[in-house]
Every structure is written in C-alpha cells, then in structure tokens.
C-alpha cells in the first residue's frame, strides 16, 4: 500500500520561501513520476510541478522560475521548493504519485503579511 506524507508547510509572508517534503513509503520510489498539486479555497486542484524517476521535471505556468522540485531517490522523498512566494500561492499542497492515483493529506501553505 503507498502511503504518502507531506511536510513542510506553514505561514509565511510574501517574498519568502518554503521547502515542502513528501515521504513515500510502498512503492518502488525510484521508477515512479512524483508531483505536486495545490487546491485553493474554492477553487480546482491545480497541478504544480513533476518529476520523474531520472529526473527530468516539468512546473506550471504559475510557478516556473519560482519553484523547484527534486527528489531524494536513497530516501524515498520528493521536495517542493517554493521561492519569491505570493498570497496566491496559500493553498493546501499535495503530494501524487501519477500513475498509481494515490495522493498524501496535504500540507498548508498560506501566504501573507
């Protein structure tokens, strides 16, 4: 069973940064595509960044240049680092494993002075 935790989250005031961390446990980590997803209130789940298994990493318009996503392969981790943040990005952010359909419990993020 794949279990998925998040961590990282918390207030912080625009212009700031956030590293989030996602741990994964029950699955074979290195092979799989690894994402993060962000639902704001009242709004759709909104899909932010992925990496796959060798590395190569696609973001969303909404973030490039601002986040990075990496990952740890030794320690079954995928990171989320959120640079230069804004009011919009204060979300719940998630971590997914694409090709399974599981999904952790989310993390909050809120932005704002």
């Known amino acids: 069973q794949v279990h998925l935790v998040e961590s990282g989250g918390g207030l912080v005031q625009p212009g700031g940064s956030l590293r989030l961390s996602c741990a994964a446990s029950?699955?074979?980590?290195?092979?799989?595509?690894m994402a993060w997803y962000r639902q704001a209130p009242g709004k759709q789940r909104e899909w932010v960044a992925r990496i796959t298994g060798s590395g190569t990493t696609s973001y969303g318009d909404s973030v490039k240049g601002r986040f990075t996503i990496s990952r740890d392969n030794a320690k079954n981790t995928v990171y989320l680092q959120m640079n230069s943040l804004k009011p919009d990005d204060t979300a719940v952010y998630y971590c997914?494993?694409?090709?399974?359909?599981?999904w952790g419990q989310g993390t909050q993020v809120t932005v704002s002075s």
């Open positions: 997914s494993t694409p090709s399974l359909g599981d």
């Open positions: 029950g699955i074979v980590f290195d092979i799989y595509t």
